[in-house]
């Protein structure tokens, strides 16, 4: 798992992150985008900035550092391709992830962990 920190957004209101994650069970990558706009107070879960957007497509201001991105994961992982969204979003039977019941979790929510997300304000 890893990830950048585009200059999209002023530092004082988020940020806007691109993230990704290599399995290590088959030979994908998942890319993914994250806008995130600061709070006045934690919500309910303590984050003063939970994500407000998460996309796997990317817009045309994205594209050129998702694409050097892929670059550098092709060639630390030769062969490795980009999971395609539609077996991202394929639903995974009888797992229960910690955001979501039994039979509603995504190959997407078992490879990637929002716990592992920032959060609070100055991490």
Same mark, same amino acid.
């Given at each position: 798992?890893?990830?950048?920190? =585009?200059?999209?957004?002023?530092? #004082?209101?988020?940020f806007h992150s691109l993230a990704f994650e290599v399995s290590f069970l088959v030979p994908y990558y998942v890319l993914?985008?994250?806008?995130? =706009?600061?709070?006045?107070?934690? #919500?309910?879960?303590g984050n003063l900035f939970p994500p407000v957007e998460r996309r796997f497509e990317f817009t045309p201001e994205e594209q050129p550092y998702a694409d050097g991105v892929a670059h550098e994961i092709?060639?630390?992982?030769?062969?490795?391709?980009?999971m395609p969204p539609e077996v991202g979003?394929?639903?995974v039977p009888d797992v229960q992830h910690h955001l979501r019941y039994a039979g509603e979790?995504?190959?997407?929510?078992c490879l990637?962990?929002?716990?592992?997300?920032?959060r609070k304000k100055d991490a």
């Open positions: 798992m890893g990830g950048i920190c =585009l200059p999209t957004l002023a530092r #004082d209101v988020g993914h985008s994250y806008r995130y =706009l600061y709070l006045d107070e934690p #919500d309910s879960y092709a060639v630390v992982y030769p062969g490795y391709e980009f979003h394929v639903v979790a995504t190959i997407y929510d990637i962990d929002e716990q592992a997300l920032p």
